[in-house]
């Protein structure tokens, strides 16, 4: 059973980076040929995929959010990490990881999800 926990602050402020760490169980990150996502719910919205990192390390972004997206793993510790920089109360939302089979797609495993709110 795959396991997916978010962790990072809860409180950013405006124009500051967001940092979000996901981290898996019960599975490798590395493993062919899955997709480790970032998919976020603002309030009152429905959800909206963000970018992904490949089994083998590569990087698809949300054409709307890849200027201010950066998604990278660490291997030693089955982590892959979210940052979105430049943030506004726009970008209050829950964060959710997930996995799937496509980078922004058939997912099978999620994250309980953290809530991010950007205030100053």
């Known amino acids: 059973q795959v396991q997916l926990q978010e962790s990072g602050p809860g409180l950013v402020k405006p124009s500051q980076t967001l940092s979000l760490t996901c981290t898996v169980s019960g599975g490798s990150i590395t493993t062919n040929y899955y997709y480790w996502s970032w998919i976020r719910q603002p309030p009152g919205k429905g959800l909206e995929w963000m970018g992904a990192?490949?089994?083998?390390?590569?990087?698809y972004y949300s054409p709307s959010l890849k200027s201010r997206t950066s998604i990278s793993r660490d291997t030693s510790k089955n982590q892959f990490t979210l940052q979105l920089s430049s943030v506004t109360p726009e970008d209050t939302a829950v964060y959710y990881c997930?996995?799937?089979?496509?980078?922004?797609?058939?997912?099978?495993?999620w994250g309980q999800g953290t809530q991010v709110t950007v205030s100053s």
């Open positions: 997930a996995r799937g089979g496509q980078p922004d797609s058939e997912y099978d495993y």
């Open positions: 990192i490949a089994y083998s390390g590569s990087t």
